[in-house]
């Protein structure tokens, strides 16, 4: 085993063996430990925040150097809840590693440690972040503040399954419609109510006719709540509904398409308000984050690989980089798959030429105008 793939799975067997899920804030300032321990030995200043007595903590890793700003961004919390890693281990098994947060996002951190100590010379920022697979509701601020410094963003998602970058991820927003009827006795006088369940189901339907209002908007109504009692006509009914798109622009027309279903309820006597949640951007692919692709293309080339980029459904914290202008590349680390799953793993194989690749980006990134 060569010196990068043993201290990657040496660092990488202690990450997973760590239960870490969002809300285990103990067991993510136990992976915290380690990252921290870990960069100051490659020179970092570290920046610890605790943002709620319900997360784990925030690190930030800065080290001088020359070149343009990079922002490394990872993330520390699993979808796991605790004691996963002791009913199933860290285990190699035919080139593959498997275990709780393998490849989401365990490898990321890891291959993030050991790029930074193949390009000593580069001035980086390491965000290791406890609460991305719950929306970064403690580490949003953060992390667009930090991209906000930076000149380029390099996320570390691990690659999709076939190897290719994510040059792009849809944006998110959450809705909830509250339609406000009038109670009545559903045997005696239901004349006298306004049933709010019936408003909500032809909602319902009006917002599944918005699904594919561009390429690629997605109008999700994922929980439908109405009524206290068979014999009482509801008063009261609640729609949570999940919107995504690949643009800003389709984003804001489904949200303004929601208010204008929202503001003709088709029974009488009944409102609905909208209330919505704070949008996750879309990550957009843009002429500086393709010629960051091109560049990341060309090195894999001289590596003797093929390499491509790629557009997700799903979100993460380069959303939240990208949607403050920075150019943003993600899916920098090595290949794996079956995310959230029992199955999740990553392919062993691929970690010494994706953390080579990784670490000569960050060199080889062209100087920007920023102040």
Same mark, same amino acid.
């Given at each position: 085993?060569?010196?990068?793939?043993?201290? &990657?799975?040496?660092?990488?067997?202690?990450?997973?063996?760590?239960?870490?899920?969002?809300?285990?804030? %103990?067991?993510?300032?136990?992976?915290?430990?380690?990252?921290?321990?870990?960069?100051?030995?490659?020179?970092?200043?570290?920046?610890?925040?605790?943002?709620?007595?319900?997360?784990?903590?925030?690190?930030?890793?800065?080290?001088?150097?020359?070149?343009?700003?990079?922002?490394?961004?990872? /993330?520390?919390?699993?979808? &796991?809840?605790?004691?996963?890693?002791?009913?199933?281990?860290?285990?190699?098994?035919?080139?593959?590693?498997?275990?709780?947060?393998?490849?989401?996002?365990?490898?990321?951190?890891?291959?993030?440690?050991?790029?930074?100590?193949?390009?000593?010379? %580069?001035?980086?920022? &390491?965000?290791?972040?406890?609460?991305?697979? +719950?929306?970064?509701?403690?580490?949003?601020?953060?992390?667009?503040?930090?991209?906000?410094?930076?000149?380029?963003?390099?996320?570390?998602?691990?690659?999709?399954? @076939?190897?290719?970058? *994510?040059?792009?991820?849809?944006?998110?927003?959450?809705?909830?419609?509250?339609?406000?009827?009038?109670?009545?006795?559903?045997?005696?006088?239901?004349?006298?109510?306004?049933?709010?369940?019936?408003?909500?189901? /032809?909602?319902?339907?009006?917002?599944?006719?918005?699904?594919?209002?561009?390429?690629?908007?997605?109008? @999700?109504?994922?929980? +439908?709540? %109405?009524?206290?009692?068979? @014999?009482?006509?509801?008063?009261?009914?609640?729609?949570?509904?999940?919107?995504?798109?690949?643009?800003?622009?389709?984003?804001?027309?489904?949200?303004?398409? +929601?208010?204008?279903?929202?503001?003709?309820?088709?029974?009488?006597?009944?409102?609905?308000?909208?209330?919505?949640?704070?949008?996750?951007?879309?990550?957009?692919?843009?002429?500086?984050?393709?010629?960051?692709?091109?560049?990341?293309?060309?090195?894999?080339?001289?590596?003797? &690989?093929?390499?491509?980029?790629?557009?997700?459904?799903?979100?993460?914290?380069?959303?939240?980089?990208?949607?403050?202008?920075?150019?943003?590349?993600?899916?920098?680390?090595? *290949?794996?798959?079956?995310?959230?799953?029992?199955?999740?793993?990553?392919?062993?194989?691929?970690?010494?030429?994706?953390?080579?690749?990784? %670490?000569?980006?960050?060199?080889?990134?062209?100087?920007?105008?920023?102040?």
């Amino acid at each position: 085993m060569n010196d990068i793939l043993s201290a &990657f799975v040496r660092d990488l067997r202690t990450l997973v063996s760590i239960d870490s899920g969002s809300y285990d804030a %103990a067991g993510v300032n136990k992976v915290a430990d380690v990252m921290a321990d870990r960069l100051g030995d490659l020179g970092f200043t570290i920046e610890r925040t605790t943002l709620s007595p319900d997360l784990g903590d925030l690190v930030v890793g800065r080290r001088p150097g020359s070149g343009p700003r990079v922002l490394l961004l990872a /993330h520390m919390d699993t979808v &796991f809840g605790p004691g996963t890693a002791a009913v199933r281990p860290f285990l190699i098994q035919d080139g593959r590693a498997y275990g709780p947060g393998v490849c989401d996002d365990k490898a990321g951190l890891v291959a993030g440690l050991l790029a930074a100590a193949l390009a000593p010379e %580069a001035e980086l920022t &390491f965000c290791c972040s406890p609460d991305e697979e +719950i929306g970064a509701p403690g580490s949003r601020e953060a992390i667009e503040k930090l991209a906000r410094e930076a000149d380029y963003v390099l996320s570390l998602e691990c690659a999709r399954e @076939n190897g290719d970058l *994510v040059i792009a991820r849809k944006g998110i927003t959450d809705v909830t419609l509250t339609v406000r009827g009038r109670a009545a006795h559903a045997g005696i006088e239901p004349e006298r109510g306004a049933d709010a369940a019936l408003a909500a189901a /032809h909602l319902v339907v009006g917002l599944d006719q918005l699904d594919g209002l561009a390429p690629g908007v997605t109008v @999700n109504a994922g929980v +439908i709540r %109405a009524g206290t009692r068979p @014999n009482v006509v509801a008063a009261e009914a609640v729609i949570e509904v999940e919107v995504r798109a690949h643009a800003v622009r389709d984003l804001d027309a489904a949200l303004a398409a +929601i208010d204008r279903l929202a503001a003709r309820s088709p029974v009488p006597d009944t409102s609905v308000l909208v209330e919505r949640a704070a949008a996750c951007p879309p990550m957009e692919a843009t002429p500086a984050s393709l010629a960051m692709l091109a560049l990341a293309a060309d090195i894999a080339a001289e590596l003797g &690989f093929p390499l491509a980029g790629a557009a997700t459904g799903g979100i993460g914290d380069a959303n939240l980089a990208s949607g403050t202008g920075t150019p943003t590349l993600d899916g920098l680390g090595p *290949v794996g798959g079956g995310d959230h799953s029992d199955d999740e793993w990553l392919d062993l194989s691929s970690v010494e030429p994706r953390i080579t690749l990784l %670490a000569s980006l960050i060199r080889r990134l062209p100087p920007t105008e920023n102040p």
